[in-house]
C-alpha cells in the first residue's frame, strides 16, 4: 500500500492559518537540534482521517496560503517509493566510514523545488559512531521523537528522482553495516507550493555535486572486501 504525507513548512504563518490547519487535522511536529538547514517556525504533519492523496484537502492548502499574507514557506505531499529498516547486526561500524566524503549541500534557489528526498533515521539511545559518522556527510539533520525513542533524521534533497534512487542505493548498503538501527527512506514529490518563490526551504544537492560524492564513495568502496557490504 503507498504511503503519502502532507506537510506544512513556514517561517512566518498567521494565527487563523494555523488554526485552520488544526481543523483540518495537522499536528504540529517538533525538530529539536537542528543542523545545516534553518529551521521553521511552524512544521505540520496532516493526521487526519482523510485518505490520502484527496484532491479537496490540497486545494483547501492552497487557499489558505494564498489568502495569507504573512505566510513564507512550502506545503508539499509526497509518497514514500522505498522505505527500508536497519537493525544493528554488525556491532560497530566499520574503521573505513571514517572516510565518508562530505556531501555539497547549497540553500534552495528561488523557484526550485526538490523532487525527492532521502531520510536517514537514526536511534540515538544506542550511543552508535554511525550517528557521528553521519554528521560528517553534511546533510541537513534534527533530532525527533517516535515511538517513545529519541532519534536523529538525516535529510538529503535532490532536484531529479534520479539523483534521489542513487544517493539512496549508496546510503542504503552503508546504513546495513551500522552499529544502531533506524530506517532509510526515499520520498519523492507528488505536489509542491512555495510562497514566496524565495520562500525558504531545505538545502538541496544538485546533481554535479551528488555525481563527485558518489565517485568518491565508489574509490573507498574499492578498497574494501566486497564481503563487508550488504546486499
Not at 26 to 38: A, G, K, Q
Not at 165 to 175: D, G, M, N, P, W
Request: net charge negative; aromatic share 8%.
Amino acid at each position: 500500500m503507498k504511503k503519502f504525507e502532507i506537510h506544512v513548512s513556514a517561517t512566518t504563518i498567521s494565527a487563523d492559518t494555523i488554526s485552520a490547519l488544526h481543523g483540518l487535522g495537522f499536528d504540529v511536529d517538533h525538530f529539536l537540534n537542528c543542523r545545516n538547514s534553518i529551521p521553521p517556525t511552524f512544521h505540520a504533519t496532516y493526521r487526519g482521517s482523510l485518505p490520502l492523496p484527496n484532491e479537496e484537502l490540497w486545494q483547501n492548502l492552497v487557499a489558505l496560503v494564498a489568502n495569507d499574507r504573512a505566510f513564507s514557506g512550502i506545503i508539499e505531499e509526497e509518497e514514500a517509493e522505498q522505505i527500508e529498516q536497519f537493525q544493528d547486526a554488525h556491532g560497530t561500524c566499520p574503521s573505513w566510514f571514517s572516510e565518508l566524503p562530505t556531501l555539497a549541500i547549497q540553500t534552495c534557489p528561488p523557484g526550485t523545488y526538490k523532487a525527492c528526498d532521502v531520510h536517514i533515521r537514526v536511534a540515538l539511545d544506542g550511543g552508535g559512531k554511525f550517528v557521528e559518522l553521519l554528521q560528517t556527510v553534511g546533510t541537513a539533520s534534527f533530532d525527533r521523537e517516535k515511538n517513545g525513542r529519541l532519534n536523529r533524521v538525516f535529510t538529503a534533497t535532490f532536484p531529479t528522482l534520479e539523483a534521489g534512487r542513487s544517493f539512496f542505493q549508496t546510503i542504503r548498503a552503508l546504513v546495513h553495516l551500522a552499529d544502531s538501527d533506524g530506517q532509510v527512506k526515499l520520498e519523492k514529490t507528488r505536489r509542491f507550493i512555495r510562497v514566496p518563490s524565495t520562500a525558504i526551504a531545505l538545502p538541496i544537492t544538485l546533481a554535479d555535486d551528488l555525481a563527485l560524492w558518489l565517485s568518491l564513495v565508489d574509490r573507498i568502496k574499492a578498497k574494501v572486501p566486497k564481503s563487508e557490504f550488504a546486499a
